[in-house]
């Protein structure tokens, strides 16, 4: 029963799914350059610290960029910044380069239609259209595509 009841917890979750935004590369934005992550938000659609500190092992992130190897690693909640703290996807522990920053993260809603923008390994910042914002299902795939390791 304790393996049920924890991942019946992991309902305080979402997938959140962002394409590359309009820009002068792209007129059209582009399906094939964006991420997808595992995030708590809280009721106004914002990314909440809170329970991101008790999930923060689910919180995942998967990078695709067309004409690149699929990225994957972690949304993490670091000191420094213009603010107390930013929210940055990590892909390895060991690097420190790798970091992509969200800019203003804490203060963007993630609900479908909305934007937000990222400083991308190529250290720009590009802008992404939140495409969709759904509960996290868990599955097979999920698990594989993330890397995720359940605990039970």
């Not at 924890?6 to 962002?18: A, H």
């Not at 329970?51 to 990078?63: A, F, G, P, Q, T």
């Not at 790798?98 to 720009?124: C, L, M, N």
Request: proline share 5%.
């Amino acid at each position: 029963m304790e393996t049920l009841s924890k991942l019946t917890e992991l309902s305080d979750l979402n997938r959140i799914l962002l394409h590359l935004a309009r820009s002068s590369e792209f007129p059209d934005g582009s399906s094939r350059h964006g991420y997808d992550f595992i995030a708590p938000l809280d009721a106004q659609g914002h990314i909440d610290p809170v329970l991101w500190k008790k999930y923060r092992d689910y919180c995942r992130v998967s990078r695709f960029w067309d004409g690149e190897d699929d990225e994957v690693g972690r949304l993490v909640h670091k000191p420094g910044g213009a603010d107390p703290a930013r929210w940055v996807f990590d892909y390895s522990d060991d690097e420190e380069g790798d970091d992509e920053a969200g800019y203003r993260f804490e203060a963007h809603t993630f609900w479908p239609g909305e934007y937000v923008s990222i400083s991308g390994q190529d250290r720009k910042l590009h802008t992404f259209r939140v495409v969709t914002v759904d509960p996290v299902v868990l599955s097979t795939a999920l698990i594989k595509s993330f890397e995720l390791q359940i605990k039970v």
